[in-house]
Each structure stands twice: as structure tokens, then as C-alpha cells.
């Protein structure tokens, strides 16, 4: 079935009041007048992915109480944003990602344990982002928003066919960068897609004291970039949003921002404790309105759906975290001398006796 893409005359700067949607909390189909429904084995697929990318989050959680990763910045309760995000792309776009968009990584093919390498204190980017087409996991907030822009705008001028999709907390909307990435991409028409993941709190700053417009969508408004927003925990609705705004890049309709309304179930990370600034009731209603559950109970409702074919997705799932387990317990011997790789394309004289100094060290610790 083809997509529908909206002209150019019908995309408006304004957000709608309330969150678009196309299965609500309780797994029913709703109309939507903007958002057309996914073919069904694109929902099949984006089933697939979160309940392996869930199993992912909770086995990373593990490791991390296990000591194995420095920290974990758990996405769970956001895996709609985050799949959809992946599966909306093409195979010539590039995602950037935040710290927390872990599992976006593993959807869109990054190998799991390459994925974990920044978060266990290796490598500042355990991935090729060329061959898969993924920048490296931004830290600082925003800073990815002007990587996107940057490289959109490139590609465009270079005459390719490419598109970049940047993700974003509602924190990050607070920050200069994104401003900077929002405004240049409205003067350049620039082939990039701001998908804001609203979930709730900027480590314990709720949005309320971070923004003062309607949404975190408006913001688009001021630079004449077109906004949406819609519910973050619809699968099909975060995909759908997400395939039209990718579609109207690589035609040349410029920059679409995407609030996607979502929650962070768990802490920010393993050294946060979000009972200090959020109640448990308002926990427990998020986790009503979780997405895997709600595109769960319309697969079975369409019949597309039974107990072999989600058996069979737990079991490909629960594989797939047990090799996460072995390869992450193994241990891997590292070689010191890698401290000074890749800081430089010359070695600088202080790199160069710095890593004398270690190297001698090193022997002398082995005599």
C-alpha cells in the first residue's frame, strides 16, 4: 500500500491541540485525518522489535547492576519512539541518537555489544557509524541536533538522496543547539526530522519548568519548520508520522519536529532515583498506556497476532539477550597503547611521550 505524503500547502506549522493517534491506550483502532495506518507487516515488524529491543533494556539494566556497563540510561516505556525511529528510515539515512536511544541503535542493525561499548567505559563509539549510518551516541544534549542538520544539508548539496532523522529528550529542546539545528534547517530546507521523545523529565526537571508553550512541537513555529504532535506509546503512529516527514525530506519539502508524547518508566539511570521528584501513581499510569501492550492487544484483535507467533518473539528475544549476557561477560584483554589511538592523525609530542611513559610502566610492572 502506498504512503501518503502530504503536499507541501497541507503541512502547517501549527501542531494539533491534542496528540495524533491510530491505536489508543486500550489497543482500538482510532480515524486520524493526518496519519494513515501501517501495512500490517510493518506492524508485525515493529512488534518484533520492541519486544527484542524491551529485552534488550532489561538485560543492559542487569549488566549494569552486575557491573559490566559504567551506566545504563534505560529507554523502557520510550520503545515506540525508539523503533519507529529505526524502522521509518531508509537504508541511505542516518540516525543520531542520544545517550538513551540504545535500542534505536539495535533496531536499526548496530551490533548489541557494540552499542554497550561507550556505556561500559570503552571505546567513544563501539560502532562504524558509515557502515550502518549511525552517528555516534551524543552525550552532550542537542549537540547531535547541529550533527543532523550539518550533514542533511551536505548531502543535499552534494546532490544525494539522503535523509537525517535526529532524536532529542524534551531537555535537549531547552538547550542553544537545538535552536541553532532548528533555525538553519528552516533557512536551508535542510532534508532533516526532529523527533522530540517528551518523556516527562529532564532528569528530574518536568517539562513544566522548562517550557511555557502549548508543546514542545510549537517551538517549530518561531523557525518555520512544520510540527506534529502525537502520542509517543502508538507504535503506528510514531512510524507513520515519522515515514511521511522522512518522505517530504527526500522530495525536497524540507524539515519536519516530531513531539512524540512518551514517559520514562525506569530512573534516568542506575546512579538517579526518580522517587525523589515523581510519585509511584503516576508511574502506574504510564505503564497503562504502554505501547507494547496496546499494539499487542490490536494484533490479536486482528487475528494477525496468536500465542505461537508471540511465543516465537520471546523466544527469538530472550536469545538474543543470552548473547548479549555471554559476549558482555566475557572478558576481553585491552591493550593500554590504544589510550593514544585516534586522538590524533599526527601524534602530538605529548601524546607520543606520554605513551613512552606508560609503555615503560607497564614493562616495569611486568619485571
Known sequence: MARTVLPERQRSLLPSESPLALIDSTGVPVPDP??????????????????IGRRFDTQATALTRQGRLAVY????????????????????????????????????????VETLTLLQGGWHCGYDPHRHRVAPQCTPLATNALHAVGLAHAARLKDEDTVALVLLGDGATSEGDAHEALNFAGVWRAPVVFLVQNNGYAISVPVSKQNAAPSLAHKGIGYGVPSLLIDGNDP???????????????????????????YRVEAHTNADDATRYRESDEVAAWLARDPLDRLETYLAARGLLDERRRAAVTEEAEAFAASVRERMNAEVETDPAELFAHVHARPTAALREQATLLAAEIAGGAA
Open 34 to 51: 493526518v496519519l494513515e495506518m501501517p501495512p500490517d507487516e510493518v506492524l508485525l515488524e515493529l512488534h518484533r522489535r520492541i519486544v
Open 73 to 112: 540510561p534505560s529507554s523502557r516505556g520510550q520503545e515506540a519512539c525508539e523503533v519507529g525511529a529505526a524502522l521509518a528510515l531508509r537504508e541511505q539515512d542516518w540516525l543520531f541518537p542520544s545517550y538513551r536511544d540504545c535500542v534505536a541503535l539495535v533496531a536499526r542493525g548496530v551490533d548489541p
Open 236 to 262: 503506528a503512529a510514531v512510524h507513520a508520522a515519522l515515514t511521511d516527514a522522512v518522505d517530504v525530506a527526500a522530495s525536497g519539502g524540507g524539515p519536519t519536529l516530531v513531539e512524540a508524547l512518551t
